[in-house]
């Protein structure tokens, strides 16, 4: 039977005969005969001491590059700026005070109180957001590149502006939200629930991008081979495609539930500021500011330790990669 | 149980145009050069691409018919599939895979499990029962893929490429393992292979496909005496020519020609077959009994087993069989000219 004693690939795959030969034409083949030498490139000769080259080629032998003039200190402003104000926080943190702090009623209110709402807003965020991503990744409707559009913008407006969108929806007077006043006594503005609706509002769009990034990387052949081992749509979603998208919804929750958990301008815009009610924490510490410092910056730090748990907890992973 | 196929559609430059019919347990083998279209064939019949038009009938019951406007989903078919990288579920255990289809089909846990247990014993796999696919060698996830579509009992199973990814130790090994599985699976099969070996023993008929048509369909003895494509003769280390037969000579199409001693009556297209081992080749030009005498050149050597293989260009192309001692003391390495003589009663003719 037809098997080369190739030159490189002892033992690979018969492919490789296979399409060499299946070409056609004579049978020949290359001119190159078994065990002929390839010679290795010829190596440089190394550049002259006073020539430019000479830098570029030491550069690039140490591994490493030399930055265009000027970077280095315009880098390192760049971190003291973007450092120097957290660095400042732990530095006039009340330390000595801090349990105490913590502890104090407004504190753990408004604690109590972010935690329900971003919470919330989270699995909101889930149950509304990890369809669409679904649909966005797979289904090439009409339309589909505006409707992604559309629902990312909440990440770039300015949060008070999509406060001020959300009253004119969902407000007394709102185009849907007269009718859940009239039909049913529901409002929404300034209410926990609307506090919720407002975190969900800017934080879905982060769920649905990571998702279906991660969508999108994810193999589809998998998918098919469940299929062809009889599972229906729904045992394919729920047994294959979520557990290999898992890391990217893992992703996309801890960022809108960051994002949820720091929101301010819209909240304050729909919900408004009132403890135990809508007051969260971003609020409370804006509010605290005005009167008492030292919790103000016991606030903060607390939301300080979250961010940094989130940023530890995704360890790099923005977006899924295959 | 039987499968009759009609399948034409287009994917991409494909256009692809088959129809095939399988026996009751029997084992076809699809072979083809790349993009020739058998894995859009298969994925065709497993119903993961729509037939633009065709008609797909298994035992009797139709999977598809554009006609009719019949489809049935992929998930509704009874087949299994091993696909050419396995695609076993990365975040199961083997045992979870290999139950994954009985599940699925309405079989409680332990049912399923049981049934797994069962497979995996029958693949030799059952140490590996609670280890991820990622820990397994190639070898053993190829078994554990064939478990997997063995488990649901399907009455079509499509194999794509079942050795390739294998090294050539653990083929042979695999395949004899493979052959035996098929032998005793009662339903219809249907591989893909690019090895000649491979399709010369696990199949009953072979199916070779070129540019989306069916170009030659055979047993494995038709196929090897009477090749029809230059992708099945070269697959089977033949010569392979084509041309016109006239008064007892194979005329081709750039002038040469081949005597043949049991011609067919001139006239018609023909295929002429040589086998390698029929060509002798000489330093000076030979004066004897053999009809085909030309000069040439030796481009190249291959070797298999104990045996030499010469490519021989300039005048008629052909390929030599020749002992390593043949090639070192006539040096037909050093690209000079030689002599190529075939006897005409070495060459076969038939019809195109």
Known sequence: ?322 | MSLEAAVGLHKGTLDLDVELAVASSGVVVLLGPNAAGKTTLLRALAGLVPLERGRVALDGVVLEDTAAGVRVPTEQRPIGVVFQDYLLFPHMTVLENVAFGVRSRGAGRAAARTRAHELLEHVGLAACASAKPRALSGGQAQRAALARALATDPRLLLLDEPLSAMDAGARAELRRGLSRHLSAFRGTCLVITHDPIEAMTLGDKLVVLEAGRVVQAGTPEELSSHPRSRYVADLLGLNLYRGRMEQGTVVLADGHRLVAADPLPPGGEVFAVVPPRAVALHRSLPDGSPRNVWQGVVEDLDVVGNHVRAHVTGGLPIIAEVTPGAVASMRLDDGGPVFVAVKAMEIEVYEA
């Not at chain 1, 039909?183 to 929404?188: I, S």
């Not at chain 1, 960022?255 to 500021?273: D, Q, V």
């Not at chain 1, 008492?292 to 910056?297: L, Q, S």
């Open chain 1, 1 to 322: 039977m037809k098997s080369r004693r190739s030159k490189a690939t002892e033992g690979g795959p018969s492919r490789d005969t296979g399409a060499r030969k299946s070409k056609g034409g004579t049978a020949g083949g290359l001119a190159v005969a078994a065990g002929d030498a390839i010679a290795p490139p010829s190596r440089q000769d190394p550049a002259p001491w006073w020539s430019p080259a000479r830098d570029r080629d030491q550069g690039s032998r140490r591994g490493g590059e030399r930055a265009p003039l000027g970077f280095v200190p315009l880098a390192a402003v760049a971190v003291a700026f973007l450092t120097l104000p957290l660095i400042a926080l732990l530095l006039r943190a009340p330390w000595a005070s801090l349990p105490g702090d913590l502890t104090a009623p407004g504190v753990l209110t408004a604690l109590r109180l972010s935690l329900i709402c971003s919470v919330g807003a989270l699995s909101l965020s889930l149950l509304f957001g990890v369809p669409l991503a679904w649909l966005l990744a797979r289904v090439p409707f009409r339309g589909r590149n505006v409707v992604r559009a559309l629902v990312l913008l909440p990440m770039v407006l300015p949060p008070v502006v999509g406060g001020v969108a959300l009253l004119l929806a969902f407000g007394r007077n709102g185009i849907i939200g007269q009718w859940l006043d009239g039909l049913f006594g529901v409002t929404l503005p300034f209410t926990t629930l609307g506090a919720m609706l407002a975190e969900t509002f800017v934080a879905m769009p982060f769920l649905v991008i990571t998702v279906e990034a991660g969508m999108r990387a994810m193999d589809r052949r998998y998918e098919d081979a469940a299929a062809t081992l009889g599972a229906g749509r729904w045992r394919i979603f729920r047994r294959v495609t979520l557990p290999l998208i898992a890391p990217a919804v893992a992703a996309g929750s801890a960022l809108s539930w960051a994002r949820a958990l720091g929101e301010f301008g819209a909240t304050i815009t729909f919900a408004g500021n009132m403890p135990g009610k809508t007051q969260t924490m971003p609020l409370a510490v804006y509010l605290a500011l005005q009167n008492d410092a030292g919790a103000a910056i016991t606030l903060s730090l607390v939301m300080l330790a979250i961010s940094l748990a989130v940023l530890v907890g995704l360890r790099g992973h923005w977006f899924p990669r295959r």
